[in-house]
């Protein structure tokens, strides 16, 4: 039977990969055969699109056994690391092992994509607040202000001539900072995803941020220990375990780390050598990794640092909110009482003189 038609799966949502791996990764731990499994899964496909690419999936594997050769033809949907992976863990007769890991990692994606958004939207959205509350003041209260000040007939003072003189800036020129404001994340945003210089650069600088480097530390050791625990348990390539994680990475300085881990693997370094190599990763790992591949206990040893990891990564994410309520509210009333001072400097000057 052919595949009905249907746009093509350009890629998969976070969410429902973890979902399709998880099945898989049920079905074929069950004893079921990886044809059988696709088309098991096939029947609650949530898009057609998705019906189509596992009809397709299922028609190759008739042909030839390999899922992994069946994927390759959809590597837009799940990505050519994603494949290459998957294909590992069938030549070592572990594929429930293999999607049992791509399910585990996606699901701590998901949970990072949903934590970390929920928890700074209150601290951004005052962020956002305080800038809207500046901007009303410096275009109609100052500016109000500085028509009283001129019947004042004396100087004013330092304090005050400068924030009247950053109203009228604002009053005359709005709309440029506007453009900025616009234009700033966007153009950020578009730099980092041309993987240039000016990207790496960017990336860098965002780890220097208070806070940040904390946490996507935290995040990244915890998956990365738990790939690599389940990578162990299963003999599927330390490399090819680290290319898919690369692959799944925005930062492009943490991906340059995971990048040289990895050629380090390939050239036959002991992941503890080739872990010590990289500053921005803590050096206890290393110690734990050697003392595991010493003893044959490397699975063991670094599925409790992805433990570890993993809840100290939730703990820096709480952290991290935290210090944005504090940083925000402290913003607020620096900018504010500045405002404010300014303001009524020129009324004390004045009740004083009188």
Known sequence: MSAPDSAPVSSIPLKFAGDLFRQLSDLTGGGF?????????????????????????????????SLARALERHASAFGLETVAFIGAAERQDALAGGFAMLADDHDRRQQL????????????????????????????????????FAGFG??????????????????????????????????VALLRRRQSGWGMALDRAFLRLPGVRRLLIKVLVGRMAALLAGAAANRIPLAITLAYLQSTLSNQSLKAVVVA??????????????????????????????????????????????????????????????????TTYVLTGIIVGFVVIAMYLPIFKLGSAI
Not at 39 to 57: K, S, W
Not at 120 to 133: E, H, K, S, T, Y
Not at 158 to 183: E, F, P
Request: hydrophobic share 60%; proline share 7%.
């Open 33 to 65: 055969a990886p044809a059988e499994a696709i088309a098991v899964v096939r029947e609650d496909a949530v898009t057609p699109a998705m019906a189509a690419m596992l009809d397709a999936i299922g028609q190759d594997l008739e042909r030839e056994p």
């Open 113 to 148: 994509r949903t934590r970390l958004p929920l928890s700074l939207f209150w601290p951004l959205f005052l962020l956002g607040f305080l800038a809207l509350i500046t901007l009303l003041l410096m275009i109609f209260v100052i500016p109000a202000f500085k028509e009283v």
């Open 154 to 187: 004396s100087d004013l003072p330092a304090l005050t001539l400068a924030v009247v003189a950053l109203s009228d800036v604002v009053v005359a020129y709005w709309w440029i900072l506007l453009a900025l404001v616009i234009a700033l994340p966007l153009g």
């Open 261 to 326: 881990l990895g050629r380090d693997l390939e050239q036959g370094a002991p992941l503890s050598a080739a872990w010590r190599k990289q500053p921005l990763l803590p050096r206890r790992i290393a110690r734990m990794v050697d003392i595991g591949e010493r003893s044959d206990k490397l699975a063991v040893v670094l599925a409790r640092a992805a433990r570890v990891h993993g809840a100290e990564a939730a703990n820096a994410v709480a952290v991290f909110r935290q210090v944005l309520f504090v």
